[in-house]
């Protein structure tokens, strides 16, 4: 069957075009390093096996794969429904916040069985109630959702602030941190569960909450592809107005599509709160809700491919470390011009090659 004028194949809309972008940037990359007198080739090389090389690096891409995942998948669910959610950083944030609160609260009094997943709803809750108030603003008042997230970004970092510096600090204390958690709270580590079948890993930060990040992605599809909401949250993105005929409460769809996509950014705070840090601390975020825009846009915001793009950045920022570390002239700036690199081709140029891409199919089908 032809193609219809002006359009591609979706596999080339989902699959050739992010490879040719991500093959653009690195071609970038490439030639910064020849500029400094580095060989990019084995540049390449020292990254990949940082990356996945030995058990270790394997576990720390992952663990930084899991957080990606999250966001990204926060991202996409706010975009099919025409939303923008910048606002994933200070919703991670929130949410981190919600999963300490409940430790620091129950820990005393509830095992850790018991309270582990009530954490684990914390999260989840703490950052739909903070993507709840842009979603409102935007659904009641007509409040840019870009604009009020923003916002709720910086205000979520002056909360943090304040709480771990005022409230949440132990007494004598210079960190800002709260306590730790008592002895067993905490998530257990991949190399753990393991080793409890009796299958060797080294140590790393990857925890269960890997595997809520998969759950999760298997969730949001099943969701927006799979059932009566899925229909009405596309509907909505895609024609506002056509919904309301169709007997569709968009301001509804809007409130509930944000709390989800804060709800799934809360979700870092599960595992870097839960699962590595067992305490409440300042910046654990670590930019990963910007990055998960770019990871959104990447997979054209459909799992599977939020989850290829997580594990690339995940790959950018293990196997960037050891390229730091390993070669003196590449600093961590330079590994952050990377990543930034494969944002710009991936986001602002992202249609770079479609032009010369339909030109050659439309040859192909005459």
Known sequence: MSQPAGQLPAWVNTLLLPVLNILSAFAVTALVFL??????????????????????????????????????????????????????EGQAYIGGLGAGLACLALDAYLPPYVLLPLAVL???????????????????RGSHVVITTIMFNFLASSLMVYLLAHVLNVPGQM?????????GVGLPFIHQMLGAIGISFDESPLNFSFILALLAGVGVWFLIWRTRWGYELRTVGSNSTAAVYAGIKPAAIIIWVMMLSGALAGMVGVNEILGVQHRLLLDFSAGYGFVGIAVSLMGRNHPVGILLASLLFGALYQGGAELAFDMPNITRDMVVMIQGLIILFCGALEFMYRPV??????????
Not at 357 to 366: D, E, I, P, T
């Open 357 to 366: 891409l339909m030109r050659l199919f439309a040859c192909s089908a005459v």
């Open 122 to 140: 914390a999260s989840a809750l703490f950052g739909a109630a903070w993507a709840f108030i842009p979603g409102y603003l935007q659904a009641k």
């Open 35 to 88: 500029a400094i007198g580095e060989n990019p080739i084995e540049a390449a090389k020292l990254m990949l096996y940082g990356a996945f090389g030995y058990q270790e690096g394997i576990g720390y891409t992952l663990y930084y794969t899991t957080n990606f995942i999250f966001t990204g998948l926060a991202v996409a669910v706010a975009f099919h429904a025409g939303l923008f959610n910048i606002g994933g």
């Open 175 to 183: 960190a800002t941190s709260s306590r730790d958690f008592a002895e």
